[in-house]
């Protein structure tokens, strides 16, 4: 088991493993016993195969109360956010209770927006069990969707610590694989060339050993942790960590959310910076997605025009610009603003690349 700090305003660990629910035990007893009340607040489908092991390294059962949401992205929504909040005040919770939230990225999202509005904040726990949670439970982005954008409801709320129990990806699909390596390899390509051909050269992800996947995690949870400890707000490099999302996210809000997976988004929209970017590894990248099942063929459905009206409202624009997050290199990234004609015909370039492929 690892274990490393988030040096932010208010400091907290994270600890990855497996047996990461140990740590409860060993070093939250305090926050547990001060807490009047504790929530369980699960995704249905992580509860259906897990909430009896969470509970078991659980004790305080007599203030424990839990809450299931629907499972996945179709839990950011304001109705899920509303009946997050009735469930705590109808179950008594105060400024001294404690919320878990126990899922993948979705619920993260959704649950530490809960936790960080409710009596306008109180702490919450992150248990991660999907692989691109190694992204999401840390950093204390939370959010919910809006039908014109991804994330666009939130806020910043670090979570006052991340249990990390590799145990639980046990039983994650293969889709769900996929879709966490491609904010693994955004790590990658954001700060490591070495780590990057590594990467690369895994040509059917479910194949990694468990050894392989706890180094990738840790390698990953270490880049988002360095940039966070120096941009907690984002109004510099933090930015970095948006590689890939800016199509991305455009992506998921018109293919409707949830239809696609956040990962499987992302690399399309690596393949897109990394084409406006003029690097290096694209056809390797294109090779890589398209061994490992990467859904790239979709791009077809998507006019650049309707994209371009979503990414002009990216967190990262203003003004109706079209921003950004490019690569000198691997391992250097930075922000541009790129012209709409330019930006149009590199998007027509990749379909191109994409359409030759005979997916
Ligand atoms: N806050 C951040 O910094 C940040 C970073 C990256 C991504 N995100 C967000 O995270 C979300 C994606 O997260 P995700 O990929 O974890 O997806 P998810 O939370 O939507 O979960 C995907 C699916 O996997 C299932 N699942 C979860 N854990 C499982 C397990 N152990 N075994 C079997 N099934 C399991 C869920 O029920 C769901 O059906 C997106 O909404 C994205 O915007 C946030
Ligand atoms: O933590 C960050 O900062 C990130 O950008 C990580 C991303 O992987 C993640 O998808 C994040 O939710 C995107 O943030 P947003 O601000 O673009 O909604
Ligand atoms: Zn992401």
């Known amino acids: 088991m690892t274990m490393l700090t988030v040096e932010a305003a208010n400091p907290y660990k994270v600890h990855i493993g ?10 939250y007893r305090e926050l547990f016993a001060g807490a009047d009340k504790i929530a369980i607040i699960a995704d249905a489908q992580v509860a259906a195969l897990h909430l009896d092991h969470l509970k078991a390294s659980l004790d305080f059962a007599d203030k424990l109360a839990v809450k299931e949401i629907p499972a996945g992205e179709q839990s950011k929504s304001m109705e899920t956010f509303m009946e997050c909040q009735s469930f705590l005040l109808e179950n008594d919770f105060s400024r001294k209770s404690l919320v878990l939230a126990f899922g993948g990225g979705a619920t993260g999202d959704v649950v530490g927006f809960v936790a960080s509005t409710f009596m306008r904040g109180i702490s919450y726990i992150q248990i991660p069990t999907t692989i ?26 670090q979570p006052a610590a991340v249990i990390y129990d590799t145990y639980f990806l046990e039983t994650l699909p293969d889709k769900e694989i996929r ?20 990467l690369l050269a895994v040509k059917n992800l479910p194949e990694m050993s468990k050894e392989q996947l706890a180094v990738n995690l840790e390698r990953g949870i270490a880049v988002k942790a360095a940039i966070v400890e120096e941009d907690e707000f984002e109004s510099g490099v933090r930015k970095f960590l948006n590689f890939g999302h800016t199509l991305a996210h455009a992506i998921e809000a018109l293919s409707g959310y949830g239809k696609i997976t956040h990962g499987e988004a992302v690399a399309i929209g690596m393949a897109y910076a990394l084409e406006l970017s003029g690097h ?3 056809p390797e990248f294109l090779e890589w997605c398209l061994f490992n099942g990467y859904p790239l063929e979709i791009i077809e459905n998507f006019s650049f025009e309707k994209l371009a009206g979503i990414m002009k409202k990216d967190k990262k624009s203003s003004g109706g610009l ?27 370039a990749l379909r191109s690349k994409i359409g030759e492929m005979h997916i």
């Not at 491609?182 to 590594?198: D, M, Q, R, Y």
């Open 132 to 157: 691109l949670a190694h992204d999401s439970a840390v950093g204390g982005k939370t959010a919910i969707n809006h039908a014109l954008g991804k994330n666009m409801i939130g806020t910043f709320h």
């Open 322 to 348: 079209l921003n950004f997050v490019l690569l000198k290199e691997t391992g250097r990234p930075f922000m541009a603003t790129i012209d709409e004609k330019e930006a149009e015909k590199a998007y027509d």
């Open 179 to 198: 879709s966490g390596m491609a904010e693994v390899i955004k790590h990658a390509f954001i700060s490591n060339e070495n780590w990057l051909l590594e």
């Open 280 to 282: 290096k590894k694209l």
């Open 18 to 27: 497996h047996g990461a629910l140990n740590a409860f035990d060993e070093s």
